[in-house]
């Protein structure tokens, strides 16, 4: 029997599975468009709008914190600044005393004992005339020795002392001591004075110069000779001639604390001058 005819394909067929795709992407489109288009839900602005208070309060703790990193920050900065400074004074003061030599130590031994000496009342010549002959060029200037030397083979009274002198002192300036207003105040001063020495009446105020006595006698107290030698001076006129021993004595130990203070930071300091500046200063006292 003969084969039967086959049938020719549909037209239809070959175009099925391409429209179908063309049919489905432009549904997604039309899909996405509609959603893309609608308006956002209530919920999300207040969503938002937490999230930005969120933020700020973030910041503003963290705010503190920063600001302490930067304040801890600059103080680093400036306790290095400080450290480098500190070991560069280190670094000058061990070039100075590796410079200043044997002789150098010396000189500075026999300063100190000086130093030591002079706190005393008894004279401190062998102890000055040592220190001269240890001292290198330049380091013990003439005016300081000058200085030092007039007063080494004599001595002169320790700070104690002169507080006791001063002490010695203070009742013959307060008697002579200028007394405000006329005869009739100062007389009724001196009667009021006699009826508070027998506890009938309270004593009368002292006066300005009193005051300024017993100012000294507390700058002495305290160890501030320079301070009682200024509140000395200032002093009423008519009472200096009382006070010219004291003070003469109390400036001229000033006087030698500041020479000998002032060789001992020429010698720590390596303050020696050159060889040229040296020749051209007076020789060293003998």
């Given at each position: ?46 969503a938002g709008a937490g999230l930005a208070e969120v933020e700020a309060r973030l910041e503003a703790r963290i705010a503190p914190a920063m600001e302490a990193a930067r304040r801890a920050e600059d103080q680093a900065v400036r306790a290095e600044g400080q450290a480098v400074r ?201």
């Amino acid at each position: 029997m003969p084969a039967p005819a086959t049938r020719p394909p549909a037209a239809w067929h070959p175009l099925l599975l391409p429209g179908l795709a063309f049919g489905g992407g432009v549904a997604v489109a039309v899909v996405a468009a509609l959603l893309l288009r609608a308006p956002l839900p209530a919920a999300a602005t207040p969503a938002g709008a937490g999230l930005a208070e969120v933020e700020a309060r973030l910041e503003a703790r963290i705010a503190p914190a920063m600001e302490a990193a930067r304040r801890a920050e600059d103080q680093a900065v400036r306790a290095e600044g400080q450290a480098v400074r500190a070991e560069a004074a280190a670094l000058r003061v061990e070039g100075s005393l590796a410079q200043r030599g044997p002789q150098g130590d010396r000189f500075l031994a026999a300063a100190l004992l000086l130093q030591s000496s002079i706190a005393t009342p008894r004279p401190w010549l062998r102890e000055f005339q040592t220190m001269a002959d240890l001292a290198p060029a330049g380091a013990l200037p003439r005016p300081v020795a000058e200085v030092l030397m007039s007063h080494a083979a004599r001595g002169l009274p320790s700070e104690p002392e002169l507080r006791e002198r001063f002490a010695a002192l203070m009742p013959q300036l307060i008697a002579r001591a200028p007394q405000p207003g006329g005869m009739l105040d100062q007389g009724l001063n001196l009667l009021r004075g006699g009826f508070a020495s027998i506890g009938l009446a309270a004593p009368p105020p002292p006066s300005d110069q009193e005051v300024a006595i017993g100012a000294v006698a507390q700058q002495l107290r305290r160890g501030n000779l320079a301070g009682a030698v200024a509140d000395a001076s200032a002093l009423d006129a008519g009472l200096q001639p009382l006070l010219a021993g004291w003070l003469a004595q109390a400036r001229a130990r000033l006087a030698v604390e500041q020479a000998v203070q002032e060789t001992l930071l020429r010698a720590l300091s390596g303050g020696a001058t050159p060889p040229a500046a040296a020749a051209m200063q007076p020789g060293r006292p003998s």
